[in-house]
């Protein structure tokens, strides 16, 4: 199977053609790239290092090569080795020219490819139709491929793509990791369209992401209310693994109208959360009630914060949120009949003397009755915690 990737310069071609052959790696095919692009040496350079990182070959002739023979001889030479898909990264060019389309059609012949996809920037908006149309008109597409999927963009240029040209969308890539790379659904592209949100594709991101012994592993230390900060941070690679913050939020309902500051107050959380932990001790992260509790507890306070280069506001944000979870995991224990089993090595501390001690020495002026966030540091609704105490704090 040949299959030819074309579009302007600048949508992410290249790397599209990267996160493809990883995806038919992955099927058990075997693959081969082949670059043609002898016009810019720096997209022949970034195919190459795309391969080795993939573990896929790349077939080129440097940049005095003939387009059409360097595609050619890639696909004679992925037939000599019995490859199963070759896939040709053409030359892109910052407008539609007529030596362009020429080249693509000569590239075409000469491969006799059997699929050629359009490549679209998903921001492209309503330009994306007369680029369709060109492309369509020159080689004929057999479908085409959306990137940038996890900008701002809710996906206009499908709708665009697939008029004017009647073929369908194959695939969207939404991040920038290789295997950020998704077979297209109309439905839930049309769910995200409409600020719905895509829950079908989250669950599917879970399951592909967690190991279902982890999970199981998870859900027993939250029955016992054993979870500590080594499951926290568990928790919060799985969550940089399935995704960036952004790209699992348009997946959730109810969560288009956060904004980018929002989100990137969220991943600027986790950060500092898991640069904290790595800071602390074995036996602190396995047991958090010595950061309150303990006789020492300030020293290993103070001995964090300085070796995490983190305020002392952060760690006691930490805390209380940690806290907040912690508290919830042991009522709903209860409620399905689990053990609330002591966390630390000293007795369960409830979450209104956890939230007093944690903040104990934060330097700063709080309202009687609540403990909230800086808001210098606004974290949305659904990541904070609003901790009631007793008294002050």
Do not use: H, W
Not at 67 to 86: L, N
């Amino acid at each position: 199977t040949v299959i030819l990737m074309a579009g302007l310069q600048g949508v992410g071609k290249t790397t599209a053609c990267g996160k493809l052959a990883l995806a038919l790696r992955k099927q058990g095919k075997s693959v081969l790239m082949v670059a043609t692009d002898v016009y810019r040496p720096a997209a022949i350079d970034q195919l190459k290092t795309l391969g080795t990182q993939i573990g896929v070959p790349v077939f080129d002739m440097g940049v005095d090569g003939n387009p059409p023979e360097i595609a050619a001889r890639g696909v004679r030479k992925a037939k000599d080795e019995d490859i199963d898909v070759v896939i040709v990264d053409t030359a892109g060019r910052l407008n539609i020219d007529e030596k362009l389309m020429g080249e693509l059609k000569a590239t075409k012949m000469a491969t006799n490819a059997d699929e050629t996809l359009l490549v679209v920037d998903a921001m492209t908006g309503q330009e994306a139709a007369t680029l369709t149309a060109s492309f369509n008109d020159a080689v004929e597409i057999t479908g085409a491929i959306l990137t940038k999927m996890d900008g701002d963009t809710r996906g206009g240029a499908a709708l665009s793509v697939r008029e004017v040209s009647g073929k369908p969308i194959k695939f969207t890539g939404v991040g920038e990791k290789m295997d950020a790379l998704e077979p297209f659904y109309p439905e839930r592209m049309t769910s995200r369209i409409l600020g719905m949100g895509d829950i079908v594709s989250l669950v599917e991101k879970v399951q592909a992401g967690v190991a279902e012994e982890e999970a199981l592993k998870i859900q027993e230390k939250i029955m016992n209310a054993t979870f500590d900060f080594n499951d926290f941070v568990n928790q919060l690679e799985m969550m940089n693994n399935m995704g960036s913050m952004k790209q699992l939020m348009q997946m959730m309902p109810g969560t288009a109208k956060l904004s980018d500051a929002d989100m990137e107050a969220a991943e600027k959380s986790m950060t500092i959360a898991k640069s904290l932990i790595n800071s602390m001790t074995k036996e602190e992260r396995q047991y958090p009630d010595m950061l309150v509790a303990s006789t020492n507890a300030e020293s290993r306070r103070a001995r964090i914060i300085k070796g995490s280069g983190r305020k002392e506001s952060d760690l006691a944000n930490l805390i209380i949120m940690f806290g907040g979870m912690r508290t919830k995991m042991q009522q709903m224990s209860g409620q399905l009949g689990g053990k609330a089993a002591s966390v630390g090595l000293t007795p369960q501390l409830s979450e209104a003397e956890l939230t007093k001690l944690a903040m104990n020495k934060v330097r700063k002026t709080i309202k009687p009755g609540f403990v909230r966030r800086p808001k210098a540091k606004k974290v949305p609704k659904f990541l904070s915690e609003r901790v009631e105490i007793e008294g002050k704090a």
